[in-house]
């Protein structure tokens, strides 16, 4: 058997109410497809995604954060079975200027509704409804963030950071955390747990076997106190409906609420030694208290119970995966 290797795109529009797949028409066929086509030599997958978009649409691709998905499929070709393995990422379209290759005879802009009924393709159409999900909550974290960036200009008083550190990693995530708000380095850089914190929590999300690229990672106040403050009621609750929204459109499976503030902005519980280590259940998604980094970092010697807290996680999932595997079988 021969193995091939491609790259391609979803290429996306963004109209008023809704979101529009761009589909290309293959010449002397009926049949729509997608900006695709062989890595060559020396490329890696995404080079290759933005090349084949470049040639066959004539747009400068620009892929959405975090997202990758592959298909795999056999085919003949000259009697030889030929194994292919296809990579997908998802591009925003900055244009609607479309100049299609000499290889494709049209091209159509679709919702992607529409886009399932014109795909024939069974690899596509089993990834379609993932793809269309991400999307979807791409443009609503954009949307809040854009809202929430705004927040310093809409008040009157205001004692914060005006830098926006949104929140960072995957929107289809199984793990979520929550910390209190960014540190000076988070200022600076604009992402959430990039100072001696974060390096701590890099380092037990690696010794617990969570990668910290599937983990999306926040702040319930995302905007710098300064002097490392704890940020007061009013702010919390002023921040609280954005880190409200953000759980509800990411949808993990399990939420780990790091530290005293955000344990009582999310569940309302004050202490976290009396509930460190307790899965609470709220709205389908199961959250966990335990201590934020920072408090480890002043003391040491509670580095086990954050690592704890983050392995029962991991097994936690490794539970439900065996059980899904059971039920699908049964």
Sequence with gaps: MKFEYSAGAFVYRKRASSVELLLLKRKGSNAYDLPKGHIEKGENAVQAAIREIKEETGLNATFLP?????????FTRKKVKISK???FFISRAQSNKVTISDEHSGYVWCDINKAAALLKYKDLLEILPQVKEYILRYEAIQ???NGYLQLPRTMDTWELSKNFVPGDGPLNPEIMLIGQAPGANEDIQRRPFVGRSGQLLDR???????????????SVVQFFPFKNREPTKDEIALCKPFIERQISIIKPKYVVLLGRIAARAILEENSVSENRGHIVTKDGIKYLITLHPSA???????EPLLKEA???VA???????????NTIKD
Excluded: G, W
């Design 66 to 74: 975090y997202f990758q998905t592959s298909t795999r499929y056999i």
């Design 296 to 302: 480890v970092l002043r003391f040491p010697k509670n």
């Design 204 to 218: 037990l999300l690696k010794e617990t076997r969570i990668e910290r690229k599937n983990v999306y990672i926040t």
């Design 310 to 312: 983050l392995k029962t």
């Design 315 to 325: 097994e936690e999932l490794k539970k439900d995966k065996k059980e899904n595997v």
């Design 143 to 145: 949307k809040l963030n």
């Design 85 to 87: 393995s296809v990579k």
